[in-house]
Every structure is written in structure tokens, then in C-alpha cells.
């Protein structure tokens, strides 16, 4: 399969990238770099020391699938390049992982949001206009995130509202001859309601909205990934191919933070309650669950939601795992939330369709949390305590 990975220098992408080629993939990648210069702009840094933006590309270069790489920010470069780009290299499918993808980022000022959503949903418009002109058979995995449905106080599906009614209740219709019967949901088949909480997030549901009329109105075929919130490192033999690990609080999601806050001796910070719930899985369940979605692709007009998460704990669930796995005392310190959210909430996902495509989780959270923390020590003294404090308020 061909396939093009949009943000391939990424948390994910590089070795979602490393992953596929070695699958027998080809692979074309697209990034700009912008990642890495977001971190440094907040005096952060990855704390594995990740090779630079060049040698990168030439590690890949050694692999014959590898067709080679551009940089380009899809959002704000002229659409007609990404369909030059498609046109040149025709692939079977599309991974787009090229978002800006930070929720407190995008709260930081009217320059971050503005700039979150114009990359975020003018990338996939142009994507998918492109997409349409010159490779409308392929597949578009998009990353979408979990956040997009915020914490309502139901259930929630996989993206589309089920025939089942939500919390099991059926509608029923009266008939005087037959008597009363079962029917589907009247809600049944429509988007899910969205309530985001930042900008970020926000951006995400308007791509859902743009790709899921894309579908309808062009025949694309789309798999929207919802993912629960990633954490830890891949595994390589060489230091030079390990992805990037970002603590800060805009890039660093709660167990890398509290990971790195264990090994600087520093309190877990926990903000508001921690009673917050969401889903979360290993970086290597990530990587295996957007290969089977790749690799098992929708029909023709297809839109396709999978929910993306291994198990749901809350803050202070991490928190304490994180704590109980570092062989240090380390203390944890609940802070004003800056955030504004549903500190107490029902949350109940579904997401058995990666099940049963084939996923299976590699090992317990628990124990993926000890080998982070051991693959991490060498580095700990690379850790910059004073970006790790929240500094943006959301409210």
C-alpha cells in the first residue's frame, strides 16, 4: 500500500511512520517542523534527545519504501501544492496526523486559537478538496480525539447515534392492531453532539463535520479516529529512532507529565478534584490500532468512527499509579484547575469496533507506566521543572 503520512516527525507520526515501512508500506511523508518549534518557543524541549529534522529524514531515506518527504503546513500553504502533491504521488491512503495538537495551546491567546483552527480545519478542507480532485478512492485516517464529545451525562457511541437508543431505552410506538412496538431511535445514523472544551477541540469537530459531508457529497471513504489520550515511548534499538517526549503543559498529556515530575523529584500535580475521567492507551496501542484502521479500510462513501482507548481512569487514578510506580517518595499536589470542565461526571464510552477489527492491548497501564519511567531515567536531569506548572487559564 501507498501510503502518505501527513505529520510524519510527530509524537505518533515518526514511528507510526518507522512502523508502516517496516510492514512493507511505501511511505511519502509531509511536516513542517512546527512541533518542534512550538516546544522550543515555551523554553521546553523533548526530553529524549530525538534526532534532528534532517538526520531523520535521512535514517528514513535508508529504507528502500521510503519515497521521501516535503514540508509544507497544509493550513496556510496554497491548496494547490497538496494537490500537486496527490497528483505526483497517487496514494492509497491518507494518514493525517498534520494538526496543531494542543488543547491548552490553543487557549494560550487570540494568535493561538486563530492559528489552531486555521491549520487545523483549513488542512483538512484543503485535504480533503484535493483528495476529491485526484485520489478520490483513498482512504483518509484523520486523528480525531475523544474530547470532541466531551463528558455528557450519557453514554457515548462510536461517533454515530446507534438504532438502540442511548442508555438502553427504546422508543415505542402505539398500534391498536398489533399493539405496541419497538422502533430504531429517530436520532438513529446522525453525528453524535459534540461539546468541546477548548479550541483545540473545537477545530476537531468542525474537520468531523467537513469530512463526514465529504463522504456524503463526494463518495470519499473515511476512517475518524477518536483517541483517548496518548502516553509513553516506542520501543528501538537506537536512541536516534526513539520519538519525541514532551512534559510541558501544552504538549505534555497527564502521565508523561507526572513521569517526568517523579523523576524531578517534584509533586504530581493534580488539577481541581481529579476526578476528571478519560480514556487513555500506550503509544504502541496507538500505533496498532491506526495500522488496523489503515490496513481494514471503509467502502466508498463510507464515514467510519472508531473510539480509540484501551480503559478510562481518572486524574487521580494516574496520578496515584504513577506515584505507587516510581521508586521515589514523591507527593501529589492537587491546584486550582486553570481548565474549565466537568470536574465530577458520568463517563461511559463505547469502543469495541477496534476490538473486534483486531486490537488487542500489548500489556496493562500500570506496567507500561513502570517501563516509561525506567526508559526516561537516564534523561531526568534534561528536565526543565518550570514549564511543567500550568501558566494558562482557560476560564
Not at 487557549?107 to 478542507?125: C, D, H, R, W, Y
Not at 475521567?277 to 467502502?299: H, M, N, V, W, Y
Not at 482507548?309 to 484547575?337: G, P, R, W
Not at 486490537?359 to 528536565?383: F, N, Q, S
Request: proline fraction near 6%.
Amino acid at each position: 500500500m501507498k501510503v502518505m503520512v501527513l505529520g510524519y516527525d510527530g509524537y505518533i507520526g515518526f514511528p507510526l511512520t518507522q512502523h508502516l515501512l517496516k510492514r512493507g508500506h511505501e511511505v511519502f511523508g509531509v511536516d513542517n517542523g512546527s512541533r518542534r518549534q512550538r516546544v522550543k518557543d515555551l523554553e521546553s524541549n523533548s526530553l529524549t534527545p530525538i534526532a534532528d529534522f534532517y538526520l531523520r529524514k535521512s535514517r528514513l531515506a535508508s529504507n528502500k519504501n521510503w519515497l521521501g518527504a516535503t514540508s509544507v503546513n497544509i493550513g496556510i500553504a496554497n491548496p494547490v501544492y497538496l494537490k500537486h502533491i496527490l497528483q505526483k504521488i497517487k496514494p492509497d491512503a491518507i494518514v493525517h496526523l498534520a494538526e496543531q495538537p494542543s488543547a491548552p495551546w490553543s487557549m494560550k491567546s487570540p494568535f493561538n486559537a486563530s492559528i489552531t483552527q486555521q491549520e487545523n480545519v483549513l488542512g483538512t478542507l484543503h485535504l480533503l478538496w484535493a483528495m476529491k480532485d485526484e485520489c478520490p478512492e483513498a482512504h483518509l485516517v484523520k486523528l480525531g480525539t475523544m474530547g470532541e464529545y466531551g463528558t455528557p451525562e450519557c453514554d457515548i457511541p462510536e461517533g454515530i447515534v446507534p438504532e438502540k437508543c442511548l442508555a438502553g431505552i427504546d422508543y415505542k410506538l402505539s398500534n391498536t392492531q398489533s399493539g405496541t412496538e419497538e422502533v430504531k431511535c429517530p436520532l438513529s445514523g446522525l453525528l453524535f453532539p459534540r461539546s468541546p472544551g477548548s479550541f483545540y477541540h473545537l477545530s476537531k469537530v468542525h474537520d468531523t463535520h467537513n469530512i463526514h459531508f465529504a463522504c456524503n457529497n463526494w463518495g470519499l471513504r473515511s476512517t475518524d479516529i477518536m483517541q483517548g489520550v496518548v502516553f509513553g515511548l516506542n520501543e528501538c534499538k537506537n536512541e536516534l529512532d526513539l520519538t519525541r517526549f514532551d512534559y510541558d503543559e501544552c504538549f505534555g498529556t497527564a502521565i508523561n507529565r507526572f513521569c517526568a515530575q517523579a523523576l524531578a523529584d517534584i509533586p504530581l500535580t493534580v488539577y481541581g478534584s481529579g476526578n476528571q475521567t478519560r480514556g487513555f492507551l500506550p503509544l504502541k496501542d496507538s500505533i496498532q490500532c491506526l495500522t488496523i484502521a489503515l490496513e481494514k479500510p471503509p467502502e466508498l462513501g463510507e464515514y467510519r468512527t472508531l473510539n480509540q482507548f484501551e480503559s478510562i481512569y481518572s486524574i487521580n487514578d494516574l496520578a496515584d499509579m504513577v506515584a505507587k510506580s516510581c521508586e521515589l517518595t514523591v507527593s501529589i499536589q492537587h491546584l486550582d484547575n486553570p481548565r474549565k470542565e466537568a470536574e465530577k461526571h458520568y463517563y461511559n464510552p463505547d469502543h469495541d469496533k477496534l476490538f473486534k477489527m483486531g486490537y488487542k492491548p500489548t500489556t496493562d497501564i500500570e506496567g507500561e507506566i513502570i517501563k516509561l519511567l525506567c526508559a526516561l531515567r537516564p534523561y531526568k536531569d534534561l528536565i526543565k521543572k518550570h514549564v511543567i506548572m500550568p501558566r494558562i487559564n482557560w476560564r
